[in-house]
């Protein structure tokens, strides 16, 4: 109980004291009185909870941009995914920061090469060619208040900061390509979740 209530208490009981003083038992009246405002300074009502009791949640911060582009690439190629599946990209994009293929998840999902190639009628054209196709397809900014996106943001925020999933691929998962189709790239395969195949940055062994 606050000391501003006790004291209020206290003042109360002196006002409803006979105008008599000296009729008191001027002890007995001290001992009672003493008593009575001990107990309410100790009493704590059962419905609160010490400090100590109380659960402390601390957020992590990121860098929001880096944030955004790891769910925008979750989103695109993992969205239909399960949880499992959209970390498992993720941690694609993660392991290449770790790799040196740039130095932030934007840097490395946002990387392109631009090669030559012959085209039909023989001429040499430059061909953009994007780690991860829809940067070069030009796909529009997701809706950021969808169920959808705030999945993927919340498992970006998840593997960006807690490290969470990190058991769903081993650290030397660099690659992946959905089902649809079959690149056949010569490295080992390590996974394949939902419509996805992973592989190492290792050669196939013969």
Known sequence: MRLSVVIAIAGQLCNNMTMNIQSLNLSKFLVTTLFLLFGLMITKPASLETLADIPV????????KQLACLAKNIYHEAGSESVKGQAAVAWVVMNRVTHGFGSTPCNVIFQYTNVNRES???????????????????????????????????????????????????????????????????????????NHIFYSNKKKSN
């Open 57 to 64: 949640q601390v957020v992590k911060a990121v860098d929001p």
């Open 120 to 194: 039909d009628s023989g001429k040499i054209e430059k061909i953009k060619i994007c780690q991860f196709s829809w940067v070069c397809e030009g796909k529009s900014d997701p809706n950021k208040k969808s169920e959808k996106y705030k999945q993927a943001e919340q498992v970006a925020y998840d593997v960006m900061v807690n490290k969470a999933y990190s058991n769903v691929l081993p650290g030397t998962a660099l690659f992946f390509h959905n089902l649809a189709v079959n690149p056949m790239w010569p490295y080992r395969q390590v996974a394949k979740i939902g």
